[in-house]
């Protein structure tokens, strides 16, 4: 696996989501450096990192995180995690894995909770005859499923068809299972809460859907809907994101001379 750190303080672990890599938080790890000492990873099968150990599912994929935390974060003391999307199913079953040594998992835009598949317009990228047709289709479901912005944002589109290239790992029948919600009630850690784009797409764009459903496997969940924001809440509203994620975490925000550094 390659993973990236930057800061120091508590560890903080950041799981990208699915067809992604690390820089699902590349608006994120700066301002979230300057309090804790933050790591991504690229998941197994996906990003730079090599491919998952056999069998090659999402169990396999946890493993190797859980194994990969315990050569990086050694010993008693426990870090946090905030997994995105595929990332949040990831930190579930790493938290499952090693009871006790995650002190807060955060959810951002969860994936497998049950929720009814939206049936969102994508399409095979691959499918399309030159670069330009793919760019295309990359810039067509980003909106789709990741961004509530209609305006375009070329430095996204690049990020997104990048790591699609890169992906081999594809997750949408896990997505579709409830393996996230069916874990939570049960897991040894000290908070369980949950950040969504108040219109994310997998939701239906009414992010109350995920939160009744979470609160009612985790009762005491704190739920956070950030207005105006996508599925990929963290890139589209990060100054919203970041406050949000301070006051669940418990952690003072960036003060305005740190910010400036």
């Known amino acids: ?20 890599g690390w ?27 090599d491919d998952a150990p056999e069998p090659g599912d999402v169990h396999a994929i ?18 946090d995690v905030v997994g995105f999307s595929f990332g949040a199913l990831i930190g579930t079953l ?24 939206p049936k969102l317009p994508l399409r095979f990228w691959r499918w ?3 670069e330009a047709g793919q760019r ?40 579709a299972q409830p393996l996230t ?7 040894d850690v ?12 997998i939701t239906g764009r009414d992010a109350d859907t995920a939160r009744v459903v979470l609160q009612a496997v985790r009762p005491g969940l704190r739920f956070e809907a950030i207005p105006g924001a996508g599925h990929w809440v963290q890139y589209e509203r990060p100054a919203a994101f970041e406050a949000a994620l301070a006051r669940l975490l418990g952690a003072a925000r960036p003060t305005a001379s740190q910010a400036g550094r």
């Open 128 to 130: 399309a005859s030159d």
């Open 23 to 49: 820089d699902h938080w590349v608006r994120n790890v700066g301002p979230l450096s300057r309090v804790r000492e933050v790591w991504c990873a690229d998941l197994p099968s996906l990003g730079e990192s």
């Open 94 to 117: 790493v938290a499952q894995a090693r009871p006790g040594r995650v002190g807060r998992l955060v959810l951002v835009g969860a994936a497998s909770i049950g929720l009814p598949d």
């Open 190 to 201: 000290a908070r369980v809460d949950a950040i969504y784009g108040a219109l994310d797409a």
């Open 62 to 79: 946890a493993a190797a995180v859980a194994d990969g935390l315990d050569a990086l974060l050694p010993g008693p003391h426990a870090f």
């Open 136 to 175: 295309e289709i990359h810039r067509a479901n980003l909106h789709a499923l990741m961004l509530a912005a209609t305006d375009d944002d070329p430095d996204a589109v690049t990020l997104h068809a990048r790591n699609a290239a890169r992906t081999r790992f594809f997750g949408k029948t896990v997505a």
């Open 1 to 20: 696996m390659v993973w990236r750190r930057w800061g120091a303080g508590r560890p903080l672990v950041l799981l990208h989501g699915g067809a992604g």
């Open 181 to 187: 919600r069916d874990r939570l009630g049960a897991l």
